[in-house]
Each structure stands twice: as C-alpha cells, then as structure tokens.
C-alpha cells in the first residue's frame, strides 16, 4: 500500500527539524584519542510541526490520521516546502558516482544556482526502506561536486541513482505513542505534532 | 567536522561561560582517585542567537548538523564585553613574559601601554585551534608586566613568547549532545535560539 501522506489541510507554519544520535565523523577529543565509531545507522532526523489554525473539522481529521498509525507503528509522508523547511533550489540531480553506505559526501552534478546549505534532498525510493531523506551542509555551486551530508547513508547507492531536491518528502512516524492525537486547542484548531524519521 | 568557523549569520545576543569541573590539581588526601593537574576544568555556557533570515537559517541548521554532535569542534567568537579594556588603538595580543608549566594558574604577561587586564577578562593563551586554552583572569597585578591569576589552570606548558590574546578571541568549542533544532517559522525568519556548548579539548 503506498505511503499515506500527511493531510494537506495542516499548513505548516513553524518547523524545527535536527538529526539526533549523531555519529562524529572522527576521534571524539584529540585529547583522549578514543577509538574511532562504526558505521552509523542511528542517526536520524527529528521534527516538531507547528500548524496554523484550521477548522474544527479538518483538526479532526487530522486526528483521525494520527489515531490511523497507532503512534510509531506505521510510517507516512510530508511534503516538506520551501520557507519554513528548506531554501528554494532547482529540481533533479543524479548521483554521478556510487556511494557506499556510511557515506557522507555524495558525488554529484549540482544544477545551475548551486545549492546553498541547508538545501534538502531525497535519495531512494520512499515507498521502500531504501529511501532517506539528506542535508547538504555547506554551500556548493553548479557543476560536478562532492556533497557533505547528514544523516549519513544507511544505504549504498549506484552511480545514476536519480535524487529530488525540489519535490522533497519527509518519512515519519509519530515520535510518541502515548498521543493518541496531537492536542488540539478549541478555539483555534492549531496544533503541533512531533515526528521521528521513519527508517524502515 | 572540527574547528569550524561560526557562521557570520548567526548573531549571538549573550553568551555566559562557567567552569566546571574545578580542580585544584592534587591527589586526595585518601590517595584515591587523584587527578593529573587540571585535566578536569573546562569552560561550559550558553550561546544565545538572534532571529535570521530563513536561508541564514537553513545553513545554520547545516552548520550545526555537520558537527554532528559532540564529534565536531567550531571556533566562538567571545564577546567584547570579555576583553581587556583598550585605549588608542592599543594591541590586541601579547606575549607570556616567562614560561608557565602545565597546571600553574598563574602568567606572567608584558602589556602594551593602553592595555588594561581586569579580574573577569577572558585571555587565550597559545593557539586555540590547537593546544591554546581560554582562561578567565581572576586576578591580576598592576604593571607593564603583570601576573594574573586564571582559571581554569593550564592544561600545558606554554613557553616564553606564547601568543596571549585579550581582544577579538575565540574559544574551541563542542555541542554539549545533540544539535539543537533550529525553528524556522512562516513569515520570514527563524526564532532566537539557545545553544549549549562546552570547550572542546
């Protein structure tokens, strides 16, 4: 069954979006010289939504869609905009070499504009576990580049693999199980919902 | 990554610095557990961000994700309020007048005239990219060449002729655990932000 998205009718208005269970990229102090760390499979991004005010109706629904997944048992999909969770950068890149999973440089053609840090970008196919979500963290300009990212890959990827930077979706399940829906304030119909990144 | 610069966006508002972890640099009296002189002082804070502008925004939310928790170091900027008072254009950076040995709490430094070093001054010593700790003057002599007290104690000998810097410092820096998210709201800006840090070493 495809992947349910999140309902159209809770417009984002603030999100906070951070990669938990980070995995340093080297020793953890030059002081102590602690051994280096495996592969990551651990990190993972986290989100807070905070919507704006809607009917009483469509708060329901959205309800109603939460109460669905059972809490963290069962993923689905958001569009994740431009304004509040990423800037705005141009469609479609490939990756031009392959990439081995752990990795946290992608090697990839970067279209005209460049993309600035911050920039997200989809790899995989999300109706598969195959499928992550990416950051690009520093500042890149058009033409074939070497990408820093996080999380790092769970996954290897072959060279021609297609990646959405315009279209881009979040995987998520609900972060708790003991809200059976988000709370809703009477008045407004606004709301707030915590995700985790669904990595299955 | 490591020794990241601080991104020019991101405007800090305050910033508050303690030590924890004091150590006076000696075994026990039981003989238990001593530790090896000043090993476990280090200075812990607070960063406070100004609101930016979304794209601002969105690569300070990549800077902070590429330190990638604890593993990551980046150069702070320390407030001005924390520098030695300067008149005339005086320098910004002096040298030790004579050696210091690792664990000592005192340093000796020869000021240039129109530079004032005050009890609650911060100083970097050395390289902070590299060995080079910021301490906090708490108390200081008179003079051309003055002592000054600092905490914490020096983690290692710096020689005479150490770089000492008491104006535009910055300090090496870690997350405390994971990075924090960074709000970015509908209408064009991201909120103020607080960030926990500790000195990274």
Redesign the interface.
Known sequence: MALAQFPAVARAVEARLAIINNTPDEHFSEASRRGSYPIPMREMWACSMAFAPMSRADAELVAAFCEQHDGRVTSFKHALGFGVFRPTVQPGVTLSANAARGANTLSVNVPTGGFPAGTLINIGDIETSRFQLLEVLAAVGAGAQTIAIAPRLRFAFNAGTGMASNAVFGKWQLARDDVGRPVVDVSSGAMSVEFIEATA | ??LQAWPAAAKITAQAFAIEAHSRGAVLPSGIGGFEIATGARFTGQVSVAPML??D????????????????SFMLPIGAWLEATRTGGAPTTSSLASASSAGSDTVSIALATGVTLNAGNLIVVGDPAFSGQVVRVVSVSVGATISATVRPRLRVAFGSGALVRFAGMTARCRLVG??????????GRS?PLQIDIEE??
């Open positions: 990554m490591r979304p794209n925004a969105f690569a300070f939310r990549a800077f902070l994700h590429s330190l990638r928790g604890r593993g990551g994971n990075p924090p998210a960074v709000a970015i709201a509908a209408g909120l990274d070493y």
